[in-house]
């Protein structure tokens, strides 16, 4: 079979994206420049094509690694890869926030992997956010347009909302909501919208949960709730479930157990904005 040298390079690409694990940490600026124009937004109309056939919350297998909060960090994505686990012997659950370089391996790998890698939606994750937090201009300053910036926020709202994990671990990126008392609720959310600033979608994306205090608070953040051990004891009673799963916090040790070790918060940028100091 003969290609013609443009399409040649697409495999090229592509080949070097799904064999990750040979990739070292030092090797980010080749990921990087390989990436071209044409052949992300391949790859996000593919993954989108993926995405939008997922329900709202997915049903994932152990064994698993769950990620938190990657924030951009390239670098630390290879070694989480490295230290997890290859694909596909093991799977992986991405609870949200990524940057054009991060999520473009992660949308390379869904697509090679869809059944074996699942990315749930981020509170960043959203057109305005991406305007004023240096998505944009960093989608502008590497391609010169923002053409891959419209296509990369058009597929954030077809990224699935929540995880159970073996029927035992409700996962998302933020936490609990006032709005939602039973799973069945999140899967009749139409998600393929913007964050909304109130409501069970921002909650799920935004909401923390509270160590010393009990029921629904206010969230110093101006988005989601602060909530207790009385709630998360109510939801994981009503729903069957076992450990609320989410991310969104900085946690110095890189994971923290509240409500009698039944809500873990786990963020996985260390050193997050390479001055703070913590694992991952």
């Not at 056939?53 to 989480?80: M, W, Y």
Request: with cysteine; net charge neutral; hydrophobic share 40%.
């Amino acid at each position: 079979m003969i290609y013609n040298s443009n399409l040649q390079l697409k495999f090229k690409i592509i080949l070097v994206a799904l064999c990750f694990l040979p990739i070292q940490p030092t090797d980010y600026f080749l990921f990087q420049t390989l990436v071209l124009k044409s052949v992300y937004i391949s790859i996000i109309d593919q993954a989108k094509e993926i995405l939008v056939e997922e329900p709202n919350i997915v049903s994932v297998r152990a064994p698993l690694t769950i990620c938190g909060d990657v924030h951009g960090q390239f670098h630390d994505l290879i070694k989480l890869f490295h230290i997890g686990g290859r694909l596909p012997d093991t799977n992986y659950l991405f609870l949200g926030s990524q940057s054009v370089e991060t999520f473009s391996l992660i949308l390379c790998l869904k697509v090679r992997y869809k059944d074996r890698l699942t990315v749930l939606r981020g509170n960043h994750e959203i057109e305005k956010s991406t305007k004023y937090m240096g998505f944009y201009d960093e989608c502008q300053r590497k391609y010169g347009t923002e053409i891959v910036w419209k296509h990369i926020t058009d597929v954030f709202g077809y990224l699935p909302l929540a995880a159970i994990v073996e029927n035992s671990l409700f996962c998302t990126h933020g936490g609990l909501s006032p709005a939602i008392e039973s799973v069945e609720q999140i899967k009749q959310l139409n998600r393929v919208q913007d964050i909304p600033h109130e409501g069970a979608i921002c909650d799920l994306l935004w909401s923390d949960p509270e160590e010393t205090k009990m029921g629904w608070g206010v969230s110093p953040r101006g988005a989601g709730w602060t909530w207790g051990q009385d709630i998360t004891d109510k939801f994981l009673h009503q729903n069957k479930l076992k450990m609320v799963v989410g991310a969104h916090q900085l946690v110095m040790e890189g994971f923290q157990h509240v409500h009698q070790r039944k809500t873990v918060t786990i963020f996985s940028a260390p050193n997050y904005c390479y001055r703070c100091g913590n694992q991952a």
